[in-house]
């Protein structure tokens, strides 16, 4: 494999250095690149296996694709992209079909690259299997049937007594028979027109109908050209001035009941009477996809026949509802209405276009269902790294192949024999480069790690050093750390802890900045929360709701600064800027659930830090676990108050039911009035020049907003809640006005904002309590 190694680089370093062309369709890299395949496979065709043999075909049919497709993703649109050609500026109804065809096509990307697949898929080898030319019709069965007639004897039983296409379905009742030879021979043809029509051949399969005296089916598989009129061609159509052109040679062409002869295709392809291949040589032509499937032998046999039927239907719902050539599609010159347009879903001509469904989404679907296929071929041959690689192409998500081909690099370093990985290695890191020179987008570390992996196979192979040189300065410039940061991102929120440990810890072993990796990790992770604080939804208050899926990511994220102490007071920052953004946004649960998820030994740890701005995250952090015990000491009070004894209840009961009903409301009272008194979360904030301090202001003057006006109105609900049980519980909630209206603490400043005025919903709970305390001969004040 060594003078692969080598052939692959020198034609890479030419394509590099502009000597040549990467998609040039003659003598572009991608085509020098699938000849080294191809000469690899005849070279060596005796000495590989049935598996090597394989690997090297499906990486030249692969390359193939590449070229193909990225020839038409990167050319330069002739029309506007659109999905049907009503955006073009002509709307003569007299538009031949096929050109109005043509112009879709050539105006859809998608459809461009349908026809760029379909195409390749056409051009792989196949195993042909052409039946000889046979000149007459049925000559054995027509002999039988003349000596029987000259004998005056019956012909042999089940025989076909006449010789028109449709006797063996029409005679008897289970259909009748060919003489064996004839019999044979139809169905060696029938699978031959199959096969041309495969490999992209419609006309050598008319034409060998033709040669067999088969007239009447060469008329059959031609129906399905569009009607074409030359006369009608030029873009200024002139009733007149198009009559010039007609001529012997420019006559028009094509079937203008095109849409009918489809639908009798389809009847003919449904029809379990008919020989497979005959029904799959119909249903091909036809765009249909059941009566073709059944005649599959391999992965790319599967993939044309969805990619023909998808390109069919999308092609279809074109010319339906184009406005151009409408005359001959609806029989009408009137311009189409809105409605009239509309796709049909329930035509089956239409397919998945009637349906709305997106080129993209359909090839998705067809490669998701292969793979789950309960054919266990199908499904194996969709699994292979080239099939696999060769469907992500085509659904253009090449940064999901790379990150899954990578995800799996370790383990089948374990499981795959080192040829096989090395091959695989070679194609991507070549995969890579040649999308490098193409200017395409990719994932950094993925790339440069499959370039790093595809290094150490040169070195295991002991390449020349000029050769690894070549591909090491190919690997991409980021940092070491921001290389392994990137990493550690591919550990997500289902990953275990343990595992995120060690894989950090892995930096040692490298000489790697633990901490710094560590940090960037995070801020890759939190880099999408830094964007302007949304608008308020005035959701609840809820601490206790569930964690969604991309808060515990967030959550999680910390862990990567808890693995090492030199890394707490950098996790302090983090946990204290995490929880400002899920408290200024509505999400007290996800703070909360943070808060447990932080080491115990974090605050101390950090408090040995004799930086001042440390000292002013030591003390933010302290306030949000304050806030947090508030809310703890409540849950306990709700919990006990809703299971308050019935009336009827022992006296026992009852007293016990104060007795703890009492202790939870004084010690929620006085950890939620020593947070309002203590200048809650007016912490000073430094500017260390990164640009972070305004935002650290303007949130933290948010949560201010948002928890004090909810303590308040919590502690006063539960204190005239339980005023029934522990009467001087009235007299506390109307002195807590006397707090928040206190000038030394300023509350009432948080219950008015911009949005909402939350202080006059305070002020009637509070006259409602002023009255019942009146009601009670108590001092209306709370004093």
């Known amino acids: 494999m060594e003078d692969v190694y080598a052939a692959f680089s020198e034609h890479l370093r030419r394509a590099q250095a502009g000597e040549v062309s990467v998609l040039d369709e003659e003598d572009g890299l991608l085509v020098r690149w699938s000849a080294i395949c191809e000469e690899r496979l005849q070279a060596l065709a005796l000495d590989l296996t049935p598996e090597e043999s394989e690997s090297w075909k499906l990486e030249r049919n692969t390359w193939q694709l590449v070229q193909a497709l990225y020839y038409e993703r990167l050319a330069e649109p002739t029309a506007p992209d659109s999905p049907t050609p009503q955006g073009s500026t002509s709307k003569n109804p007299y538009t031949p079909p096929q050109s109005v065809a043509q112009k879709l096509v050539t105006g859809n990307k998608d459809l461009l690259e349908l026809n760029a697949i379909r195409d390749w898929l056409h051009a792989i080898p196949t195993s042909l299997n052409p039946a000889e030319i046979r000149r007459g019709y049925l000559p054995y069965t027509k002999n039988k049937l003349k000596q029987a007639r000259r004998t005056g004897s019956k012909a042999p039983r089940g025989l076909v007594e006449e010789l028109d296409p449709d006797a063996t379905l029409r005679e008897g009742a289970g259909g009748a028979r060919l003489e064996g030879d004839d019999a044979t021979y139809e169905r060696a043809l029938l699978r031959s027109l199959f096969e041309?029509?495969?490999?992209?051949?419609l006309d050598l399969a008319i034409d060998m109908c033709r040669q067999s005296d088969q007239s009447w089916r060469a008329a059959s598989l031609g129906g399905g050209k569009l009607w074409s009129d030359p006369a009608l061609q030029a873009a200024g159509f002139d009733g007149d001035e198009g009559m010039d052109v007609i001529g012997e040679e420019k006559r028009a062409s094509g079937n203008l009941n095109r849409r009918l002869w489809k639908k009798m295709c389809r009847k003919l392809a449904s029809s379990s009477n008919l020989d497979p291949y005959e029904r799959a040589l119909y249903g091909a032509i036809s765009g249909d996809t059941s009566s073709?499937?059944?005649?599959?032998?391999?992965?790319?046999d599967v993939v044309w026949t969805h990619v023909n039927a998808l390109f069919e239907s999308q092609v279809e719902a074109g010319l339906w509802?184009?406005?151009?050539?409408?005359?001959?599609?609806?029989?009408?010159?009137?311009?189409?209405?809105?409605?009239?347009?509309?796709?049909?879903?329930?035509?089956?001509?239409?397919?998945s276009a009637g349906r709305g469904a997106s080129v993209r989404s359909e090839l998705e679907g067809i490669f998701d269902k292969m793979i789950k296929s309960e054919k266990g071929e199908l499904a194996m041959a969709a699994k292979n790294p080239f099939h696999v690689s060769q469907s992500y192409l085509i659904v253009n998500k090449i940064s999901e192949l790379l990150t899954s081909?990578?995800?799996?690099?370790?383990?089948?370093?374990?499981?795959?024999?080192?040829?096989?990985?090395?091959?695989?290695l070679r194609f991507f890191a070549h995969l890579i480069l040649v999308l490098r020179e193409l200017k395409q987008p990719l994932p950094e570390f993925t790339a440069n790690r499959i370039l790093e992996a595809y290094v150490q196979v040169l070195e295991a192979n002991d390449q020349d050093e000029n050769l690894i040189a070549f591909y090491a300065?190919?690997?991409?410039?980021?940092?070491?750390?921001?290389?392994?940061?990137?990493?550690?991102?591919?550990?997500?929120?289902?990953?275990?802890?343990?595992?995120?440990?060690?894989?950090?810890l892995k930096t040692h072993e490298h000489g790697l900045d633990l901490a710094r990796i560590a940090c960037r990790t995070v801020e890759l992770v939190l880099s999408d929360i830094r964007e302007e604080l949304p608008e308020l939804n005035n959701a609840g208050f809820d601490a206790y709701a569930r964690i969604d899926p991309r808060q515990l990511e967030l959550i999680r994220s910390l862990e990567w600064l808890t693995f090492d102490p030199s890394t707490y007071t950098e996790a302090l920052s983090q946990a204290n800027a995490l929880t400002r953004y899920f408290l200024s946004t509505d999400k007290p649960h996800a703070a909360r659930e943070l808060m447990f998820q932080l080491p115990n030994d974090l605050l101390s740890t950090s408090a040995a830090s004799p930086q001042e701005d440390d000292q002013?995250?030591?003390?933010?952090?302290?306030?949000?676990?304050?806030?947090?015990?508030?809310?703890?000491?409540?849950?306990?009070?709700?919990?006990?108050?809703?299971?308050k004894p019935r009336p009827s209840a022992p006296k026992l009961d009852h007293a016990t039911f104060k007795d703890g009903v009492s202790a939870l409301v004084d010690d929620f009272y006085t950890a939620t009035l020593n947070l309002l008194e203590s200048d809650w979360l007016k912490v000073e904030v430094h500017d260390d020049g990164s640009g972070d301090a305004p935002r650290r202001i303007e949130e933290l003057a948010r949560i201010r907003q948002l928890v004090v006006p909810h303590l308040i109105l919590r502690l006063h609900h539960t204190l005239y809640e339980t005023r029934e049980v522990i009467p001087s519980n009235l007299a506390l909630a109307v002195s807590l006005a006397n707090t928040v209206a206190d000038e030394r603490f300023q509350l009432y400043v948080e219950m008015v904002t911009e949005q909402e005025n939350k202080i006059g919903d305070y002020l009637v709970q509070v006259r409602q309590a002023s009255l019942a305390l009146l009601g009670t001969s108590g001092n209306p004040f709370g004093c």
Not at 196 to 201: L, M, N, Q
Not at 325 to 350: C, F, I, M, Q
Not at 476 to 494: C, K, M, N, Q, V
């Open 196 to 201: 041309y029509v495969r490999a992209g051949d």
């Open 292 to 300: 073709v499937l059944p005649v599959c032998t391999s992965w790319e």
């Open 321 to 351: 509802t184009s406005s151009e050539g409408r005359y001959w599609s609806r029989g009408s010159v009137k311009e189409l209405e809105a409605t009239a347009s509309k796709l049909d879903n329930e035509d089956p001509l239409l397919g």
């Open 405 to 424: 081909f990578v995800d799996r690099l370790e383990q089948a370093a374990m499981d795959t024999e080192p040829e096989t990985l090395a091959h695989l």
């Open 473 to 504: 300065s190919n690997l991409d410039s980021s940092s070491a750390i921001e290389s392994y940061a990137r990493f550690l991102l591919t550990f997500g929120p289902d990953s275990d802890r343990q595992s995120r440990r060690l894989a950090l």
């Open 616 to 643: 002013s995250q030591i003390r933010e952090y302290m306030d949000y676990q304050a806030l947090f015990q508030c809310l703890e000491k409540h849950t306990r009070w709700a919990e006990v108050w809703a299971r």
